[in-house]
T-cell receptor, first 110, second 115 residues
Framework: GQQLNQSPQSMFIQEGEDVSMNCTSSSIFNTWLWYKQDPGEGPVLLIALYKAGELTSNGRLTAQFGITRKDSFLNISASIPSDVGIYFCAGQLSGNKLVFGAGTILRVKS | EAEVAQSPRYKITEKSQAVAFWCDPISGHATLYWYRQILGQGPELLVQFQDESVVDDSQLPKDRFSAERLKGVDSTLKIQPAELGDSAMYLC?????????????FGEGSRLTVL
């Protein structure tokens, strides 16, 4: 089945630093999404990308849909303590079915 | 703000017992999903409903898992009998049936521990 390779697995950064994480796949996806999950909660959508090459921002978050449609990255600028959590990429297959990566754990030192 | 409601939040059971989880999607959302998330992994789709019909249950272990959405609104996921490997977070999500955006809205999840 489809697999998404998400990296890094975890990051421990200083408050104020920028963060970058990415997701790659051997399959082509029509839509890429980035979700954040806080401990004990369900994932919350951060950014959705619909076109190859698309670059989208949401506040301090910026994400890009790779030209090959097989990858995506998420950047967080000027990290703050509440950015702590697990970030998941997801690729959309037909019928709105999502395939998720294994997640990137982000920890922020204040 | 509209939310996906799930219950119970936590369930501890012994193996071979039956468990059930309930989900009420956002009003007006015709598509409902059940995902399973094992600790340290991303969510994996178990079953997808469009209204009351199952559109994808290819990853649902049908020997012990069942799901229904009889009136096309709320849904129940059942496990009988539960096994140790079923310990996980069970997430319900919903989306507009005509959405092409992939924007799924997740509930807070039901965490199952099987002893």
């Amino acid at each position: 089945g489809q697999q998404l390779n998400q990296s890094p697995q975890s990051m421990f950064i200083q408050e104020g630093e920028d963060v970058s994480m990415n997701c790659t796949s051997s399959s082509i996806f029509n839509t890429w999404l980035w979700y954040k999950q806080d401990p004990g909660e369900g994932p919350v959508l951060l950014i959705a990308l619909y076109k190859a090459g698309e670059l989208t921002s949401n506040g301090r978050l910026t994400a890009q849909f790779g030209i090959t449609r097989k990858d995506s990255f998420l950047n967080i600028s000027a990290s703050i303590p509440s950015d702590v959590g697990i970030y998941f990429c997801a690729g959309q297959l037909s019928g709105n079915k999502l395939v998720f990566g294994a997640g990137t754990i982000l920890r922020v030192k204040s | 703000e509209a939310e996906v409601a799930q219950s119970p939040r936590y369930k501890i059971t012994e193996k071979s017992q039956a468990v059930a989880f309930w989900c009420d999607p956002i009003s007006g959302h015709a598509t409902l999903y059940w995902y399973r998330q094992i600790l340290g992994q991303g969510p994996e789709l178990l079953v997808q409903f469009q209204d009351e019909s199952v559109v994808d249950d290819s990853q649902l272990p049908k020997d012990r898992f069942s799901a229904e959405r009889l009136k096309g609104v709320d849904s129940t996921l059942k496990i009988q009998p539960a096994e140790l490997g079923d310990s996980a977070m069970y997430l319900c999500a919903s989306s507009l049936s005509d959405s092409v955006t992939g924007e799924l809205f997740f509930g807070e999840g039901s965490r199952l521990t099987v002893l």
